[in-house]
């Protein structure tokens, strides 16, 4: 089953690369996100009966958690695999990107999905391999432009992100220490399964070393302050449906790595330790968003800010632990990842209509976009955390666990930086989408492909506002009793 | 016993000639030397992975010494080399931090190593030094990282920051699991063809290869 | 008393003897990787009796300096010839002196070679005197430091003390820091005998020379002195090479046998040396002076990692 789910992204990229004309290789591409998004589907619904499973000599792994990060991935590289159609395509016709360059970037787009999703899937804690592979694949997606700017970018990336997974990598080397002095030199001493039984005898002074290397480490491709300082120059460089998953599902991934090392080294130094360090470094991207989105001129960078303020949320919400801060953490991973997706969807609509990313040069988006546009402000209400949105759930019960765990200055604080966020966010947006249209901007709306992956987005943030589906609540509530 | 002490005190050579060629990478301005002592330090640390793979009689630790030979010691080097050759750069490096200052730094560098190592207490005595060495390299190959303005010497220092971690599983843990390490074989290959091609690219696009002209993207 | 007397006379000797062939065997095999025929082995020997067949000539302008220089340079080195085990590790005059006192006859040697530089008056022996000075100044305390690496392990400064103990230990005296404090000397070895990239011996542009113009007023008997000083005291480097770091096969007490075998394994040890700098001459490029600094402070870093290096594995 999850041979299959690899296969098909790999498999895809392979065809992309070896397709002729424009219209194969979309057709190739969306047809090839849409089974592997119904592969995806099909190995949650399994891990539903099954709880567990193990495949390929116990290198392969799926249990809730991986199912659950499996789900985010398959479907926003879904939507984005149809948003590319609309927006790859209005950059090939005008001939910013030549046939060649196309063929490239969907062959690696695949290769993008598939890398995140076998961080999902590997058993052995060696996932730092496949995290490592996700920043090599998306640094190429990042010079599909010849840009300066874009090649800046992805230097900076692939430096700052590589180094960071060094350290993480000497934290899985003392994990796996601590782990040969429990279990014996065998090729399990690493997997996740074997692991996490006996983790309450690891030596808790190594393990709190790891720790502290695994957070820097996977801390700095997931964006959490002070390692942050990439993120906005990769996502913003990068192509738009790039950036959404950079955004909503990349950083997701590296949160998934810190939150597994999360639950072996709580059970071997205790709960204060691990929590303390999340909370300080939630609170710290947090309060480093704050000014940045306040003072923000690019909108691309503005929402690779908030993508930095919603890794901190979700730290922080782990931090808080608990049942309900567990539980808010994780449906906010899902809810960021819809919204911040659709919020870079939106973005690169405008981005093609007004081919700057300034925000002083852009108004009247309402008018002259008006599907787009109304998207837009709602994608801003829910990823400001207003009700009734999915965010607004999230990020209460992350709040709710705060006071409720005895956090109390960090839970406040938490408030105040979101309110802060939320008035610097709506400022900069209420900017470009209401007054009126700049001269010289034609009215009407980009291709119905990216109308369309924006709306199936939105389905997820009204609906989850209101209402979670119980098999979707069950599942985050296995997630949370394996992270607990 | 006597061929545990031989053992130890093989490696402990090897490691010392480890930390001599990253102190050649330090002390030198020339590219081609910087690449050539890095060659030598992966050399040197297959001759360790073998010795260890002796001394424990793990097969896995031959494969990994002999891929170590091959990638780090034969492909990788050849890469740079031949990044040198095409870009036709200026075969000095430009530094932040001269010669001198950056070697008394390095040597800092490993006394700081020493002292965290040894408030970790559960080490014995042959892999205190070698993981001395390892956190050594590891800070060494940062430093060059931010005191070098070309971009090869940084990806010349993550390299050398992985060779530090190498040499730190394999004497804390006997090294990884095989399919572990072929995967980070795997990857260290993978991400230098990736930066040479960047390399290549910030060649092309801004006409050298000095880090200094990517500060564009502020704020 | 008597023998003891008779090693210390047959220990000049041999030092005497054996300086001018080491220098034509580095010069012979630097001739063989430039792939030329080079001249003699012997040709150092026939130098310096041409030179004492001639005549000084000495300017008009110099001082009882100038002429005393060659001297008290030539008589402190062959002192320290005195201290240096070259066949034999227990030297009778070892209580005289340590290894100190070897760095600071060196000093002195090399004090009034300075100071006779510059008493002739001319510009490029002023000029040599203050680059020898200059390298000095660095190179003295990255001696002190490497040499201090080993006499830690061994607990003592003294230099027949240290050629003993390590001799004594074996294959087992090989270590990281031993290692270590060995390239550490090997580089402050190239710089002490005025090597390439520190200093090309045999050239005569202005540009570069450090020994060669200081001594550039020096001609006939005189020159000879000078020539053979800087001989004797490039073959006391490698001994100090070649004895302190790997001293096994030195004879450790009087005996004709192991004093023969002993001096065979030496001379194999100062070619062995000899090539290594040979292959380092020819395979680099002099550096510039202002860049003699990083290469001597990499010499003093490894010496102080070699400190570091033995506090880590004897110390825990």
């Given at each position: 089953?999850?041979?299959?789910?690899?296969l098909?992204p790999l498999?895809?990229?392979i065809l992309?690369?070896?397709?002729?004309?424009?219209?194969?290789v979309?057709?190739i591409?969306?047809?090839?996100?849409?089974?592997?998004?119904?592969l995806?589907?099909?190995?949650v619904?399994d891990?539903?009966k099954h709880?567990?499973i193990?495949t390929w000599q116990?290198?392969?792994f799926a249990?809730?958690?991986?199912?659950?990060?499996?789900l985010?991935?398959?479907?926003?590289?879904f939507v984005a695999?149809l948003?590319?159609?609309?927006?790859m395509g209005?950059?090939?016709?005008?001939?910013?990107?030549?046939d060649?360059?196309?063929r490239?970037y969907?062959?690696?787009?695949h290769?993008?999905?598939f890398?995140m999703?076998?961080v999902?899937?590997?058993n052995?804690?060696?996932?730092?391999?496949a995290?490592?592979?996700?920043?090599?694949?998306?640094?190429?997606?990042?010079?599909l432009?010849?840009?300066k700017?874009?090649i800046e970018a992805?230097?900076k990336y692939?430096?700052?992100?590589t180094?960071?997974?060094t350290?993480?990598l000497?934290?899985?080397?003392?994990t796996?220490?601590?782990?040969?002095?429990?279990l014996?030199?065998?090729?399990?001493?690493?997997?996740?399964t074997?692991?996490?039984?006996?983790a309450d005898?690891?030596?808790?002074?190594i393990m709190k070393l790891?720790?502290?290397f695994i957070l820097?480490?996977?801390?700095?491709?997931?964006?959490l302050?002070?390692?942050?300082?990439?993120?906005?120059?990769a996502?913003?460089e990068a192509?738009t449906?790039?950036?959404?998953?950079?955004?909503?599902?990349?950083?997701?991934?590296?949160m998934?790595?810190i939150?597994?090392f999360?639950?072996?080294?709580?059970?071997s130094?205790g709960?204060?330790?691990?929590?303390?360090?999340?909370?300080?470094?939630?609170?710290l991207?947090l309060?480093i968003a704050?000014p940045f989105?306040?003072l923000?001129?690019?909108y691309?960078?503005l929402l690779a800010y908030?993508s930095v303020?919603h890794?901190?949320?979700i730290?922080l919400?782990?931090g808080?632990?608990?049942?309900?801060?567990i539980?808010?953490?994780?449906?906010?991973m899902?809810n960021?990842a819809?919204?911040?997706s659709l919020?870079f969807?939106?973005?690169g609509?405008?981005l093609?209509?007004?081919e700057?990313k300034?925000?002083f040069?852009?108004?009247g988006?309402?008018?002259t976009?008006p599907v787009?546009?109304?998207m837009f402000?709602?994608?801003?209400?829910a990823i400001?955390g207003s009700?009734?949105?999915?965010?607004?759930i999230?990020?209460?019960?992350?709040l709710?666990?705060?006071f409720s765990n005895?956090?109390?200055?960090?839970?406040?604080l938490?408030l105040l930086?979101?309110?802060?966020?939320?008035?610097g966010?709506f400022?900069?947006v209420?900017?470009?989408?209401f007054?009126?249209?700049k001269p010289g901007?034609?009215?009407?709306?980009?291709?119905?492909?990216?109308?369309?992956?924006?709306g199936i987005?939105?389905?997820?943030i009204?609906?989850?506002?209101?209402y979670?589906?119980?098999p979707f609540?069950?599942?985050?509530?296995?997630?949370?009793?394996i992270?607990r | 016993?006597e061929?545990v002490?031989?053992?130890?005190?093989?490696?402990?050579?090897f490691?010392?000639?480890?930390?001599?060629?990253?102190?050649?990478i330090?002390?030198?301005?020339r590219?081609?030397?910087c690449?050539?002592?890095?060659g030598?330090?992966?050399?040197l640390l297959?001759c360790v992975?073998?010795v260890?793979?002796?001394s424990?009689g793990?097969?896995?630790?031959?494969i990994?010494?002999?891929?170590?030979?091959?990638?780090?010691?034969a492909?990788?080097?050849?890469i740079?080399?031949y990044i040198?050759?095409?870009?036709?750069?200026?075969r000095?490096?430009?530094?932040?931090?001269?010669?001198?200052?950056s070697?008394?730094i390095?040597?800092?560098?490993?006394?700081?190593?020493y002292?965290l190592?040894?408030?970790?207490?559960v080490?014995?005595?042959?892999?205190?030094?070698?993981?001395s060495a390892?956190m050594?390299?590891?800070?060494i190959g940062l430093?060059i990282m931010?005191s070098?303005?070309?971009?090869i010497?940084?990806m010349?220092?993550?390299?050398?920051?992985?060779n530090?971690?190498?040499?730190g599983?394999?004497s804390?843990?006997n090294?990884m699991?095989?399919?572990?390490e072929?995967?980070?074989f795997?990857?260290?290959?993978?991400?230098?063809?990736?930066?040479g091609i960047?390399?290549?690219?910030?060649?092309?696009?801004f006409e050298?290869?000095d880090?200094?002209?990517l500060?564009?993207l502020?704020? | 008393?008597?023998?003891?007397i008779?090693?210390?006379?047959?220990?000049?000797?041999?030092?005497l003897?054996?300086?001018?062939l080491l220098s034509?065997?580095?010069k012979?095999?630097?001739?063989?990787?430039?792939?030329?025929?080079?001249?003699?082995i012997?040709?150092p020997y026939?130098?310096?009796?041409?030179?004492?067949?001639?005549?000084s000539?000495?300017?008009?302008n110099?001082?009882?300096i100038?002429?005393a220089?060659p001297?008290?340079?030539f008589?402190?080195?062959?002192?320290a010839?005195?201290i240096?085990?070259?066949?034999i590790s227990?030297?009778?005059?070892?209580?005289a002196?340590?290894?100190?006192a070897v760095?600071?006859l060196f000093?002195?040697a090399?004090?009034?070679t300075a100071?006779a530089?510059l008493?002739?008056?001319?510009?490029?022996?002023?000029?040599?005197?203050?680059r020898?000075?200059?390298?000095?100044s660095?190179?003295?305390?990255?001696l002190?430091?490497?040499i201090?690496a080993v006499a830690?392990n061994v607990?003592?400064?003294n230099?027949?003390?240290?050629s003993q103990t390590?001799?004594a230990?074996?294959?087992?005296?090989?270590?990281?820091?031993h290692?270590?404090a060995f390239?550490a000397?090997l580089?402050?070895?190239?710089a002490?005998?005025?090597r390439?990239?520190?200093?090309?011996p045999?050239?005569?542009?202005?540009?570069?020379m450090?020994?060669?113009?200081?001594i550039?007023?020096?001609?006939g008997?005189?020159l000879?002195?000078?020539?053979l000083g800087?001989m004797v005291?490039?073959?006391?480097?490698f001994?100090?090479?070649a004895?302190?770091?790997f001293?096994?096969?030195?004879?450790?007490?009087?005996?004709?046998?192991?004093?023969?075998?002993?001096?065979?394994v030496f001379?194999i040890?100062?070619?062995?040396?000899?090539a290594?700098?040979?292959?380092?001459e020819?395979?680099?490029?002099k550096?510039?002076?202002?860049r003699?600094?990083d290469?001597?402070?990499?010499s003093?870093?490894?010496?102080?990692?070699?400190?570091?290096?033995?506090?880590?594995?004897?110390g825990g």
């Amino acid at each position: 089953m999850i041979e299959y789910l690899l296969l098909a992204p790999l498999l895809t990229s392979i065809l992309c690369f070896f397709s002729r004309t424009k219209k194969q290789v979309e057709t190739i591409s969306v047809s090839g996100s849409i089974i592997t998004l119904l592969l995806g589907l099909t190995l949650v619904v399994d891990v539903y009966k099954h709880e567990v499973i193990v495949t390929w000599q116990n290198a392969l792994f799926a249990d809730a958690f991986s199912a659950y990060i499996v789900l985010i991935v398959s479907i926003v590289g879904f939507v984005a695999s149809l948003y590319s159609v609309g927006y790859m395509g209005h950059e090939h016709k005008h001939g910013i990107i030549d046939d060649k360059k196309l063929r490239l970037y969907y062959s690696l787009f695949h290769i993008f999905m598939f890398t995140m999703l076998l961080v999902g899937v590997t058993n052995n804690l060696g996932l730092w391999i496949a995290i490592e592979m996700t920043t090599l694949v998306s640094a190429l997606l990042m010079i599909l432009y010849s840009r300066k700017s874009s090649i800046e970018a992805a230097w900076k990336y692939m430096i700052i992100c590589t180094v960071g997974i060094t350290f993480a990598l000497f934290g899985t080397i003392l994990t796996y220490f601590a782990a040969v002095n429990i279990l014996g030199e065998t090729g399990d001493a690493l997997n996740w399964t074997s692991l996490i039984a006996v983790a309450d005898q690891f030596d808790p002074t190594i393990m709190k070393l790891a720790f502290i290397f695994i957070l820097i480490g996977y801390g700095t491709k997931a964006g959490l302050a002070p390692m942050h300082t990439w993120l906005p120059d990769a996502h913003s460089e990068a192509p738009t449906p790039v950036s959404a998953l950079l955004s909503g599902v990349l950083l997701n991934c590296a949160m998934y790595g810190i939150i597994r090392f999360y639950t072996i080294a709580t059970k071997s130094t205790g709960e204060a330790f691990t929590s303390n360090l999340l909370i300080i470094f939630g609170l710290l991207s947090l309060g480093i968003a704050v000014p940045f989105i306040l003072l923000q001129e690019d909108y691309k960078r503005l929402l690779a800010y908030s993508s930095v303020e919603h890794m901190g949320i979700i730290a922080l919400g782990i931090g808080f632990g608990g049942v309900f801060g567990i539980f808010g953490a994780i449906l906010h991973m899902f809810n960021h990842a819809m919204t911040k997706s659709l919020m870079f969807f939106g973005a690169g609509n405008i981005l093609l209509k007004h081919e700057t990313k300034e925000i002083f040069n852009i108004s009247g988006v309402v008018k002259t976009m008006p599907v787009t546009g109304t998207m837009f402000v709602v994608g801003t209400l829910a990823i400001t955390g207003s009700p009734p949105f999915s965010i607004f759930i999230s990020e209460f019960t992350i709040l709710a666990a705060g006071f409720s765990n005895g956090h109390i200055g960090a839970a406040v604080l938490f408030l105040l930086f979101i309110i802060m966020i939320f008035a610097g966010f709506f400022n900069n947006v209420s900017r470009m989408v209401f007054g009126n249209p700049k001269p010289g901007i034609e009215k009407g709306d980009m291709s119905r492909w990216t109308l369309v992956a924006m709306g199936i987005l939105m389905v997820f943030i009204i609906v989850l506002g209101v209402y979670i589906p119980t098999p979707f609540y069950d599942m985050i509530m296995r997630v949370v009793e394996i992270v607990r | 016993m006597e061929e545990v002490i031989f053992g130890s005190n093989i490696m402990q050579l090897f490691i010392a000639l480890i930390l001599v060629s990253t102190f050649m990478i330090l002390g030198s301005t020339r590219l081609y030397s910087c690449v050539r002592a890095f060659g030598i330090q992966s050399f040197l640390l297959a001759c360790v992975a073998t010795v260890v793979g002796i001394s424990t009689g793990k097969i896995d630790l031959y494969i990994v010494a002999l891929l170590t030979l091959i990638i780090k010691a034969a492909v990788i080097p050849y890469i740079f080399i031949y990044i040198i050759r095409e870009i036709k750069v200026k075969r000095e490096i430009d530094l932040y931090v001269g010669i001198s200052p950056s070697l008394i730094i390095g040597g800092i560098l490993v006394v700081i190593s020493y002292y965290l190592i040894r408030s970790i207490s559960v080490i014995t005595e042959l892999s205190s030094f070698a993981l001395s060495a390892s956190m050594s390299l590891v800070s060494i190959g940062l430093f060059i990282m931010i005191s070098r303005k070309k971009a090869i010497m940084q990806m010349l220092g993550i390299l050398i920051m992985e060779n530090g971690l190498f040499l730190g599983a394999i004497s804390l843990t006997n090294g990884m699991p095989l399919l572990v390490e072929l995967g980070i074989f795997f990857d260290v290959l993978i991400g230098v063809l990736i930066m040479g091609i960047l390399i290549f690219r910030i060649n092309k696009t801004f006409e050298t290869i000095d880090t200094d002209m990517l500060k564009n993207l502020i704020g | 008393m008597i023998s003891q007397i008779i090693i210390s006379f047959f220990q000049i000797i041999i030092i005497l003897a054996l300086s001018p062939l080491l220098s034509g065997i580095i010069k012979k095999i630097k001739a063989f990787f430039q792939i030329r025929k080079g001249a003699s082995i012997f040709q150092p020997y026939y130098d310096i009796a041409k030179l004492l067949r001639k005549d000084s000539v000495v300017s008009e302008n110099v001082s009882w300096i100038f002429h005393a220089a060659p001297v008290i340079s030539f008589a402190a080195v062959l002192t320290a010839g005195l201290i240096v085990p070259v066949f034999i590790s227990n030297m009778p005059f070892s209580f005289a002196g340590d290894l100190i006192a070897v760095v600071y006859l060196f000093a002195l040697a090399r004090f009034f070679t300075a100071l006779a530089s510059l008493d002739a008056g001319s510009s490029f022996g002023g000029m040599g005197g203050s680059r020898e000075m200059f390298i000095a100044s660095m190179v003295e305390p990255a001696l002190m430091l490497s040499i201090f690496a080993v006499a830690l392990n061994v607990g003592s400064t003294n230099l027949s003390q240290i050629s003993q103990t390590v001799s004594a230990m074996g294959l087992s005296a090989v270590s990281p820091y031993h290692l270590l404090a060995f390239v550490a000397f090997l580089i402050i070895a190239i710089a002490e005998t005025g090597r390439i990239p520190v200093d090309n011996p045999a050239t005569h542009l202005e540009l570069t020379m450090i020994h060669e113009a200081m001594i550039l007023e020096y001609s006939g008997k005189q020159l000879a002195i000078v020539e053979l000083g800087a001989m004797v005291k490039q073959l006391l480097v490698f001994s100090l090479l070649a004895n302190i770091f790997f001293p096994w096969g030195i004879a450790d007490s009087v005996g004709f046998g192991s004093i023969a075998i002993a001096l065979i394994v030496f001379l194999i040890k100062i070619i062995v040396l000899g090539a290594i700098i040979a292959i380092i001459e020819t395979s680099t490029a002099k550096w510039r002076l202002f860049r003699l600094p990083d290469l001597l402070s990499v010499s003093l870093m490894l010496s102080f990692l070699s400190l570091v290096s033995f506090i880590i594995v004897k110390g825990g």
